[in-house]
């Protein structure tokens, strides 16, 4: 009997889309049918469907910090590029800058959070 080589490959690259679809969505790290989200970060304590506790002890403050270590590159890099390309004023750095933090901070800590939980449920099993 050939066993196919194939298998885990594919098994591998069926997680990788399912953690994606996890992270996208905000679903549960264990049965990724449903939202953990109470409001648009707000995390609830226990999942709906399969009661998985959502121990923020776990993540601590990982998304936050990804989130300030990933926001303060890009506008680190943004200011310097405006900086050295135009040399505005510092009124003009500091109406575009601070909307522009406000943002990347809101649309990049809820994946971290949901991706630091999958990786934290994953290492317990
Ligand atoms: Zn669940």
Redesign the pocket.
């Known amino acids: 009997m050939v066993q196919s080589t194939k298998e885990p490959y594919k098994e591998q690259i069926s997680h990788n889309i399912s953690l994606f679809k996890k992270i996208i969505y905000g679903l549960?790290?264990?049965?990724?049918?449903?939202s953990?989200f109470k409001y648009y970060i707000k995390l609830l304590g226990v999942?709906?469907?399969?009661?998985?506790v959502i121990n923020l002890d776990k993540i601590g403050d990982g998304a936050a910090w990804f989130t300030m270590l990933i926001t303060s590159i890009i506008v680190a890099v943004g200011v310097y590029i405006l900086e050295t390309i135009f040399q505005p004023d510092l009124w003009v750095h500091i109406t575009i800058w601070f909307p522009v933090i406000f943002i990347l901070s809101f649309l990049i800590i809820r994946p971290f959070k949901i991706l630091l939980l999958c990786i934290s449920n994953k290492s317990n099993r």
């Open positions: 549960c790290p264990s049965c990724a049918s449903i953990i999942c709906p469907n399969c009661g998985y």
